[in-house]
């Protein structure tokens, strides 16, 4: 078995924090990552593999922006918005649900922005 050189180990130990760090800031369950990626690639026509690469690279900024129970709760009140009738005019009319969409949006917006998706399709 091999072991480090002891001026590699500073480096190695480096690395260790660095992915630790990552994994704690990105704390999205797999299957809701796919989610997103599937709905993204879906209102983004393009190359289904750059397509794929841009959408998982915007998960991964919501993901360093938010924590997961945020997320669920920004992005479940943008998505609710779409019901219609008296239970989504609930939505779309209360206040403080009309600040978590404005906020969800924004941020959804500058992930797409900082990995290169262009004009989406109006959600």
């Known amino acids: 078995m091999t072991s480090i050189l002891p001026s590699a180990r500073p480096l190695a130990a480096l690395l260790l924090a660095t992915a630790a760090g990552a994994a704690s800031a990105n704390d999205f369950p797999t299957v809701e990552r796919v989610l997103y990626v599937q709905e993204c690639v879906a209102t983004h026509p ?17 993901a360093r922006d938010l924590k997961f129970d ?44 900082s990995c290169f998706l262009g004009a989406a399709v109006p959600r």
């Open 46 to 62: 393009g190359p289904q593999y750059e397509m794929v690469n841009k959408c998982a690279c915007a998960v991964d900024a919501l």
């Open 70 to 113: 945020d997320y669920v709760t920004l992005s479940t009140a943008a998505k609710a918005t779409s019901i219609g009738g008296e239970r989504g005019s609930y939505i779309r009319e209360a206040p403080a649900m009309q600040k978590d969409i404005k906020r969800y949006k924004e941020l959804q917006t500058k992930a797409e922005k």
